[in-house]
Structure formats: structure tokens, C-alpha cells
């Protein structure tokens, strides 16, 4: 299995990304957002990727942080939801707003990808909410427990954990959050979800 690519990278497009390794030069399909944040051809980067091997295909999958490469696994693993489907998800939501959208519930945020409709979106939602509530209430979003050191949760993921050590679930924290501007500092998306929380 190819983990990682290193080199430069030859060619760039909006879904497809040829990075030259040990003068092989490998095409690899991306989401949108992994293209947006490799540098230009002609200089260094690195993709994270997943190779997908059928019946009569070879495909290489790129992403530009171990995160999305995660998330992008366990998108596909959830029935009916192929790499195109996972690639366009992870075109228009970050790894950590598919998570808070699976935990929440929020199948909605799924429909806006392309060639999702609502009931893939459904699925997706049903079958992520507790696999991913775990990661976010420990603080370790994709990686899990296979991760050696987990990247610095971000504010979202710090406030679902936080609530949830005060004793809601992992999906109530999750929905809570979802619901507040995640720009905001971590205490206040805590105390807006709480204040939210304390009407339902």
C-alpha cells in the first residue's frame, strides 16, 4: 500500500494532481480542497494517499492531510458511497464539519456534494453518527486509536468533548456545536451550545 507521496508536483488540475516520485510520475484523483492546498507545479509537496484496486481498475486517491485521507475511508466504507461520491463530499466539507454533520444528524450538509442525493445522504449520516461521535467526544476526530499522536483538536472538537465530559452524549454535544460559527473561541461555542442544550 502507497501511504504517502513526496516530490514534485508536475501537474495540477481541479480533481487530479501527477506528483513525480523516483522519476515516476504518479496521477492521483483529489477533492478540490486538496488541490486548493498543494502548492504549484514545479515545487515539492506531499499526498496522502489511498489506492483502490478492483476486478479492472488501478486508481490512486491523493489528500493533502492524514485527516482527510481518514475521512475519506471511512466515507467509502459506508454502503452505496463510491471514491467519486467521497471526493466530492470532501470538495465542499472539511473532515471535521463531515464529522460534526454525521454526529448531528445533519444529513442536509451531505446533499450539497455532488451526485449525493438524500437518501445516500441519509445513509451516510446513519452509519458515521456513532463512529465518528467517539473521535470527536476523544478528541481524535479520524485518526482514532491508531493515531501515535493526535494533531491538536480544533475548537469544535474541543467543545463537543468538553460537553460531553459534563455528561451529554456524543451526538447531542455534536448537534450543539454544529450549530455555532466555529471561528468563534472554544469557550464560547461552549457556552452557546450549553445555552442551546438548556431550551431542548
Known amino acids: 500500500m502507497i501511504y504517502c507521496l513526496t516530490g514534485k508536483i508536475l501537474k495540477k488540475t ?29 515545487q515539492e509537496g506531499t499526498l496522502y494517499t489511498v ?17 482527510q485521507r481518514a475521512c475519506f475511508r471511512m466515507l467509502t466504507s459506508v454502503s452505496g458511497v463510491g471514491p467519486k461520491a467521497g471526493l466530492s463530499i470532501l470538495s465542499i466539507l472539511t473532515p471535521e464539519k463531515v464529522a460534526l454533520a454525521a454526529s448531528s444528524g445533519d444529513h442536509k450538509a451531505f446533499t450539497a456534494a455532488n451526485g449525493v442525493g438524500p437518501k445516500l445522504a441519509q445513509r451516510i449520516a446513519l452509519e458515521l453518527k456513532d463512529k465518528v461521535g467517539k473521535g470527536l467526544a476523544a478528541g481524535t476526530g479520524f485518526t482514532g486509536a491508531g493515531a501515535v499522536a493526535p494533531p491538536p483538536a480544533s475548537a469544535p472538537s474541543q ?22 460559527d466555529d471561528s468563534l473561541p472554544v469557550q464560547d461555542i461552549i457556552k452557546i451550545a450549553l445555552r442551546g442544550l438548556s431550551r431542548v
Not at 51 to 67: I, K, M
Request: glycine share 8%; proline share 4%; net charge negative.
Open 14 to 42: 481541479l480533481d487530479t494532481v501527477v506528483i513525480s516520485c523516483g522519476g515516476v510520475g504518479y496521477a492521483a484523483q483529489v477533492p478540490v480542497t486538496t488541490a486548493e492546498a498543494l502548492p504549484a507545479p514545479g
Open 51 to 67: 489506492l483502490s484496486v478492483s476486478e479492472n481498475d488501478v486508481s490512486l486517491y491523493g489528500f493533502a492531510t492524514e485527516d
Open 159 to 180: 467543545a463537543v468533548a468538553a460537553l460531553v465530559s459534563l455528561g451529554y452524549s456524543a451526538s447531542e454535544a455534536a448537534a450543539a456545536v454544529a450549530r455555532v
